[in-house]
Structure formats: structure tokens, C-alpha cells
């Protein structure tokens, strides 16, 4: 389970480190991809065997299924962890993502988010606004 909110800085190579709480729950090799509200998402490669399965589900006849595989497939990348704890952002993800230097790297239970500190702090403020009314609205799916 991943949990917590960790600011890290990318450097001029497009790493950054991945925090060590997440490190002890990943093996070397972790696939990154466009994630939905503007950030990257981080699967382990069991995990994104998964998705793979689900995909492979959706109807390619439906335009819909085609835009929503190639958005989450297209600039996908496995990377290795290296010893100092850090991955390598390619740059295309780091372009969807808007991520200049500073950025947020965030537990999200079963997944890591990687998003601009810019961009994070807006979603959870906009989050935080509505906490009350989202819980709400979630009761018939959560006890």
C-alpha cells in the first residue's frame, strides 16, 4: 500500500527520487505512464500486467477504446530504480505532466502519482473544498 505525500526536486537529467517508504514495495523495474488530472503513474510491472489484461478487454471497434489504449500505452516506459534510489523521467512524460523542477510524489494505495508541485497543490485544494460533499457522494461504495 502506498501512502503519503513526499516533495522531491527533478534534476537537470529528468530524475528524481523515489522515497524509500516506496522503494521497500517495488522491485527494480516500475512502469510509468500519463495518468488521469494531469500526472504520472507509477505501476509495478505485475500491476501493469493487469491493466495489460483489462485493456485487452476494451472493444477496438469503439473510438473511445483506441484514444483511451494509445493516451496509456503510447509514451509508457519501464525504468529501473538505480542505487541511489532515483528513476529516470523520459521527457515526453515529463512534458504531459508539466513538471519544471519541483514535484510532488504522492502514495495513491495501490499506485504512485507523480505530479507538479504546481498541479498537485491546485487538485488538493480543490479536493479539500469538496472533501465532505466527495465523501458523500461515495457512501453507496464504501462502508
Known sequence: MFIGEYRHNLDAKG??????????????????????DGCITVYTL???????????????TKRESRMYIHMLTAKAAEVEIDRQGRILIPAPLIEAAKIEKESVIVGAFDHIEIWSNEAWDKYYAEASDSFEDIAESLTDFIS
Open 46 to 60: 505485475e500491476q501493469w500486467q493487469e491493466i495489460y489484461k483489462e485493456l485487452k478487454k476494451l472493444p477496438t
Open 15 to 36: 530524475r528524481i527520487i523515489v522515497p524509500a517508504k516506496f522503494r521497500e514495495q517495488l522491485t527494480n523495474n516500475i512502469i510509468l505512464t500519463r495518468g488521469l
